[in-house]
């Protein structure tokens, strides 16, 4: 997987309200093309219809097609999790920060396709169970394994904590700060220590329970917040007697859906929720704007210099590290198939259109004295090289190059004893939450 953000589209079933309404689906699809066709003209019937006076074409890394159940060209929760999922996995065991967010207007198939239903799960949990799959899958005593999982909402521009709930009320309180290092981060938000698939999708549920939503027109279970699910998963091993570390944060977002208060019947606390939801959204936009057309212009060999406005919304600092920061990251657009929500889905599209554009610059998370100790022994290795090469009396065991030497040997060794210890503690420790469990 490249650095660029991948795109993907997925157009739902249409909704009862639109089936009692007679609207005609207006969209069509390939594996990688999406044909938008303006209700004003011919209208289209199917899913893969051919092309017609006023339509709109985009091209994504993915297209879904999740509208009509008995069309050959239909879409599972298989068929996302294979594509999407799968890079996903592959880029946290290499070490990879990785994110994957759902966008789309109020009622697309957001939480559906992320979060799924018991019997069908969608990508988040499939996720979970591919990520334990992963380490179960293990078979060298040498290597271990370390997951943790913190639940996060944005709820009118604060932030609160899911899984640090008191009397099913959550509060909205928790403040964001930026490290140079780490980026921006959510001071005391708590991070969970989970040993086995279960224990994951424990968390995940309690989060969802508490997770703020209402009911609107377009919507009955309609999200109120934008909710961050993060997998911190910790790889490490002995390889060759030499420590390996890596550590991948996967950040899995269930944006709440743009809405028009007209079409949601939105008033009183619905409609100022609904404000500060497209407020954010329009943020992200611009964010995603700026880092596509930063992209274009590093692409073109220019040096201009492009403001990115992370700081408009608590949303978008928090994503900094997922667009235009260190990861790999997926967007999946759903889109409502319906011409009544045409000017919606033509948005969304234009939306995703632009985040294609988006190129990160995603680094393996190595811990810092690992890498220090791999240094040292490959110091050591040419100095030990540079002695055997040399006969010169200043290179002599009593010379400045032996005494290097063994300085940064017993230096490498000191760093590797303690880097096992460390890591030994943290291995009996998440055992003993599993026995807990």
Not at 21 to 43: E, N, Q, Y
Not at 70 to 91: I, R, W
Not at 108 to 133: I, N
Not at 401 to 410: F, P, Y
Request: glycine share 6%; aromatic share 6%.
């Amino acid at each position: 997987m490249s650095n660029a953000v991948k795109v993907a589209v997925r157009a739902r079933p249409l909704s009862d309200r639109e089936i009692k309404t007679d609207s005609k689906i207006t969209l069509s699809m390939t594996s990688s093309t999406v044909r938008l066709h303006d209700p004003k003209g011919r209208a289209s019937t199917g899913g893969a219809g051919p092309v017609v006076q006023g339509t709109k074409s985009f091209t994504y890394d993915y297209c879904y097609w999740s509208t009509q159940h008995h069309d050959c060209n239909f879409a599972s929760q298989d068929k996302v999790f294979a594509d999407l999922g799968t890079l996903l996995v592959e880029n946290a065991v290499k070490g990879y920060n990785a994110s994957a967010m759902a966008y789309g207007q109020t009622g697309s198939g957001k939480t559906y396709t992320m979060m799924g239903t018991e019997a069908d799960p969608g990508l988040v949990p499939r996720l979970c169970q591919a990520l334990f799959d992963h380490i179960n899958a293990n078979q060298d005593p040498k290597v271990s394994f370390r997951t943790e999982v913190s639940y996060m909402e944005i709820y009118n521009e604060h932030v609160g904590d899911l899984l640090a709930v008191s009397g099913k009320k959550i509060q909205h309180n928790l403040r964001v700060r930026e490290d140079p290092r780490r980026g921006p981060y959510v001071q005391g938000l708590s991070s969970h220590v989970v040993s086995d698939q279960n224990a994951m999708l424990d968390r995940m549920a309690v989060g969802n329970a508490v997770r703020t939503t209402a009911s609107t027109l377009m919507n009955d279970t309609s999200s109120r917040s934008h909710a961050i699910f993060t997998i911190k998963f910790t790889n490490a091993c002995f390889s060759a007697d030499r420590p390996q570390e890596t550590t991948s944060r996967i950040n899995l977002v269930d944006l709440a859906g743009s809405e028009r208060a007209k079409a949601t019947g939105a008033t009183g606390t619905r409609l100022k929720e609904g404000s500060q939801i497209n407020k954010s959204l329009v943020a992200l936009g611009n964010v995603i704007s700026a880092l596509a057309h930063k992209s274009q212009t590093e692409a073109a060999g220019k040096s201009k210099k492009t403001f990115t406005p992370y700081r408009d919304s608590m949303l978008t600092w928090l994503l900094k590290d997922s667009l235009g920061g260190n990861s790999r990251t997926i967007m999946v657009a759903t889109v409502s198939p319906a011409e009544c929500n045409y000017s919606e889905t033509l948005s969304t599209l234009r939306y995703a259109s632009r985040a294609k554009d988006i190129v990160n610059k995603a680094v393996v998370n190595e811990d810092a004295n690992v890498r220090l100790i791999r240094e040292l022994r490959a110091e050591i290795a040419r100095l030990k090289a540079l002695l055997v090469a040399s006969p010169n009396a200043a290179l002599s065991p009593n010379g400045v190059v032996s005494q290097e030497l063994a300085k940064n040997e017993r230096l490498a060794e000191q760093l590797t004893q303690q880097w096992a210890g460390r890591w030994e503690e943290i291995r009996q420790l998440s055992q003993y939450v599993g026995e807990r469990r």
